[in-house]
């Protein structure tokens, strides 16, 4: 089951925010990188849309057609909404060889969603990827900056839950 995209337009908030972190960076088209790994950031849904594309067009006079050519450069710029949590299951080497198969069944399963799919709520997304160097506890998952292992159906639960009821607070 995927669902299909629904973009939002940016709040002003938003655009102050991005107005700040372009000027932060002189509206530079040297800086653009950070420019845009620090806007992507910035938004809930991280990703840079047309919008945004248009405001840092504007503002550093780097044509959207080159903007586009950057982003579609770089893996770790996103045109397209992301989940708040990305789950990432390890499916290499010894993680394959204990079961990352079981434990990607158990967070389908959990999160009625395929892998390459995200939850109604664009809460969760789940990915494969690859070996994190946490080889000795697998199989494992990263979700954010922290990798879980020695997993099993009852401590995933006790992670999802978690990660639930901090849906608001920070990734
Ligand atoms: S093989 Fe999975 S963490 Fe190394």
């Known amino acids: 089951m995927s669902y299909k995209l629904v973009y939002k337009s940016l709040t002003d908030d938003q655009r102050q925010e991005i107005g700040d972190i372009l000027t932060k960076y002189d509206n530079s088209e040297l800086n653009i990188l950070n420019t845009l790994l620090e806007i992507q950031d910035s938004l809930d ?22 903007l ?7 893996s770790m710029l996103d045109t397209e909404p992301r989940a708040k949590y990305k789950i990432e299951v390890c499916d290499c080497g010894s993680c394959y060889l204990n ?3 079981s434990l990607i069944e158990v967070l389908e399963e959990k999160l009625r969603i395929k892998v390459g799919e995200h ?48 849906r608001n607070g920070e990734a």
Request: negative net charge.
């Open 45 to 66: 849904e991280k990703y840079i849309g047309e919008e945004v594309c248009e405001i840092v067009s504007d503002r550093t006079g780097i044509p959207m057609i080159e």
């Open 119 to 166: 939850t109604y709520d664009w809460l969760f997304e789940l990915e494969t990827g690859p070996c994190v160097g946490a080889c000795d506890i697998g199989p494992v998952m990263k979700i954010g900056d922290t990798v879980y292992g020695n997993l099993d159906k009852e401590k995933i639960s006790r992670i999802l839950d978690n990660l639930h009821n901090n």
């Open 68 to 74: 586009y050519d950057i982003m579609s450069f770089y």
């Open 99 to 101: 079961d990352s198969q």
